[in-house]
């Protein structure tokens, strides 16, 4: 009771602080010096129609490399300790219904169809590496559900994910060799402003992340279904 | 009414409905959607302050090219931001459900 009272009290000193910040919030009305640098020279310097691709990706591509470590440190130390449990005790899961496999094996293609869909534009709309990975791991999440005696093979999405890993940092490295730094993105010719093959190597830099990001979470989930067995 | 406040106000609400579900919940997986509602507050708020009146959304078209971007656009440095800081959070979340899976 006495906890339950002080959570209330906390929960309305933070209502009492964020209406003071919503009252004296007054919108801004010109971007800052940084927004404005990258929304002056990004179309010329990059060539990606969206600009937070072209930050993402090429002005802060280092970040986004500790992005992609940080999702690889934390599927490996998943697969530590989720250990795989002997396959070959017998787990007697229901079967899905009817139903559920009709509609997902209509469906999972059109989620995958999708997740490409989003990392392959990543520099011309809303989305990127990062998005279109989720999707496609929401995809298998859809599997697992419906096929739950399946055994998957892991070994596949551990090669995607470490040539995927390689190969990003070798165009980084290739960056330096060939165009102004690390992770640059002008390897390739920047082409025509707006189109899909333009925007130099983002298109191919956002593949990787896709792919990378989507075998990691896969990887994750699926270690999460095997080791249901232990309970 | 303009979208900043409606994006400052929706993301605080949500910031308090996580912060209850942290404090209060036993269930330890209820634990992590709160943390996990927290943060969507969080990106909201990140998202709103980055706000310009009346523009339109980072992205170049032909119509924006006519115009000036800099005046017509806003701003691209928080939304880059979260784009990265909730991959980042993602995966802190799912080493919180190997916790509850270990515990």
Redesign the interface.
């Known amino acids: 009771m006495v906890k339950k009272l002080f959570v209330f009290i906390l929960l309305i000193g933070l209502v009492y602080f964020f209406i003071n910040l919503i009252m004296e919030y007054n919108g801004n009305n010109s971007l800052n010096f940084t927004a404005a640098y990258y929304a002056e020279n990004s179309a010329e310097d990059v060539g990606a129609a969206n600009i937070v691709s072209a930050v993402v990706v090429t002005y802060r591509g280092l970040d986004t490399l500790g992005e992609v470590t940080i999702l690889f440190l934390s599927a490996a130390v998943i697969s530590f300790f989720l250990k795989n449990q002997n396959n070959s005790s017998n787990r007697n899961i229901r079967e899905s219904s009817e139903l559920l496999n009709s509609a997902s094996s209509i469906l999972i293609s059109i989620i995958f169809l999708f997740g490409v869909y989003v990392f392959l534009n990543g520099h011309l709309t809303p989305g990127g590496g990062f998005q279109g990975g989720a999707i496609i791991a929401s995809g298998v999440v859809l599997l697992l559900i419906t096929k739950p005696n399946k055994k998957v093979n892991i070994l596949v999405f551990t090669i995607i994910e470490s040539i995927s890993g390689f190969a990003y940092v070798g165009i980084g490295v290739f960056g330096i060799i060939l165009a102004g730094g690390f992770l640059d993105n002008r390897i390739l010719p920047l082409g025509e402003f707006g189109t899909l093959l333009s925007a130099g190597m983002i298109p191919v830099i956002n593949i990787l992340i896709g792919l990378k990001v989507g075998a990691e979470f896969s990887g994750i989930l699926i270690k999460f279904q095997q080791s249901q067995e232990e309970h | 009414m ?1 979208f ?2 409606i994006a ?2 929706t993301g ?1 609400l949500l ?2 409905v996580g ?2 579900g942290i ?2 919940q036993k269930n330890i997986v209820k634990i992590v959607i709160g943390f996990s509602i927290f943060n969507t507050g969080l990106h909201i708020v990140m998202v709103g302050t ?4 009346g523009n339109a ?6 119509n924006l ?1 006519q115009k000036n ?3 017509n ?1 806003v ?3 928080p ?2 931001l979260v ?2 800081y ?3 959070i ?3 979340c ?2 919180a ?2 916790y509850c ?2 515990l």
């Open positions: 303009d900043g406040i400052l106000i605080f910031i308090l912060l209850w404090l209060t980055g706000y310009v009146k959304a980072p992205i170049i078209n032909e090219l971007i800099v005046n656009i701003d691209p440095v939304q880059a784009n990265c909730c991959n980042w993602r995966s802190y799912v080493n459900c190997v899976e270990a």
